[in-house]
């Protein structure tokens, strides 16, 4: 599959263009309003950083200038939030939220305690955090070239739960001949001192954590980088991650590895993955919502992204990788979400043979 970005982006263009017209017949202004950004989970979490920093910003760039607020809403990998959330945004544009790729996933796999529809709600940006695998220093690889010595390996990998990414990641591995024991319940912080002890030997991060928490110990040898995901360029084809511009894509490992290209099930479900990393973080409005506000809170995050006041503060915050806006978002969130009853199958079946464990 190709992801049209260029043509997307037209749209995006076209429908900017358009949104003046629109607000003509509809007038949109938050003068005097008080929006609220829920996020669902704690203060100074990755979520609450990235909600915080549009907060601001939208009260300056939405029509009338509003007040908008922070609520933290804590709890259950974001449940409670996007819970409340559904139950209570009224569709005006006075609630929006601030939601990650983790909560996302877990209404995809249907969490019952997900009593959203996320499939209902207006996504207004979606933003990457591409990932990198990395190998401990006792499995005997040192990069990329270390491939099939790591078929012979003694993997451990770690994570909160398999109903995640880490299904996806699981699913890549066994692609590449890799035989990995999950250990379940360790995630963050603690899989990150793990990795570093040799408790665990295969780890993912993002480029955001590479940074912050992997990248010394690259530089000190004991773990190394073995390929990325990949990334989307403006045109929709997949590539090399500007972060990681040395290092292979799992297409082209996977190539190496098996002879042939990724192709059928594993195709889809990789390009899948492919688009939940690029909706790590993400923003919506609830469903409902009418075009003219939605077209005003566009218009709005598209001024934060291209103001040259913030040009600093955003290439440290979102890096070298593409921004979904607005129809581009939806496009993207239509195809990470498009998990039919074929797939669903394969996937579930899958799991059960390789792990013994229910989708």
Do not use: C
């Amino acid at each position: 599959m190709k992801f049209n970005l260029l043509a997307a982006a037209t749209t995006i263009l076209m429908g900017t263009a358009m949104t003046g017209a629109a607000l003509a017949q509809d007038a949109v202004d938050f003068d005097g309003k008080r929006i609220e950004l829920i996020v669902p989970f704690k203060a100074g979490g990755a979520t609450d950083v990235y909600g915080r920093f549009f907060a601001g910003k939208l009260s300056e760039h939405l029509p009338g200038k509003p007040t908008v607020v922070v609520s933290n809403i804590p709890g259950a990998g974001g449940m409670p939030g996007a819970n409340q959330f559904e139950a209570r945004a009224k569709p005006d544009g006075t609630t929006l939220i601030a939601m990650t790729v983790s909560t996302q996933l877990n209404w995809l796999f249907e969490d019952p305690a997900a009593q959203f529809d996320l499939k209902a709600w207006r996504p207004l940006i979606l933003t990457p955090q591409r990932e990198v695998a990395l190998v401990h220093k006792d499995t005997g690889a040192t990069g990329p070239e270390d491939v099939k010595t790591l078929q012979e390996a003694d993997l451990r990998y770690a994570d909160h739960s398999v109903r995640g990414l880490s299904i996806f990641r699981l699913l890549g591995f066994d692609g590449l001949g890799w035989d990995v024991t999950p250990v379940w319940g360790v995630s963050g912080g603690p899989a990150r001192i793990a990795m570093e002890r040799g408790e665990i030997t295969l780890a993912f991060a993002s480029s955001a954590a590479y940074r912050k928490d992997y990248a010394s110990m690259v530089e000190s040898g004991v773990v190394a980088p073995v390929f990325s995901y990949g990334d989307l360029d403006a045109d929709g084809n997949i590539v090399r991650d500007a972060t990681f511009p040395d290092l292979p894509t799992y297409l082209e490992l996977y190539q190496e590895v098996n002879g042939e290209e990724l192709s059928g099930p594993l195709r889809e479900l990789y390009e899948m993955h492919l688009q939940f990393t690029g909706a790590s973080k993400s923003l919506f409005l609830p469903a409902g919502t009418p075009d003219s506000v939605y077209n005003a809170y566009v218009d709005a995050i598209n001024a934060i992204l291209n103001d040259p006041a913030y040009a600093e503060e955003n290439s440290k915050f979102f890096g070298d990788h593409l921004q979904a806006v607005g129809a581009q978002a939806q496009t993207n969130l239509g195809q990470a979400l498009g998990l039919n009853a074929d797939l669903k199958a394969y996937l579930a079946e899958w799991l059960d043979e390789k792990y013994d464990l229910d989708l």
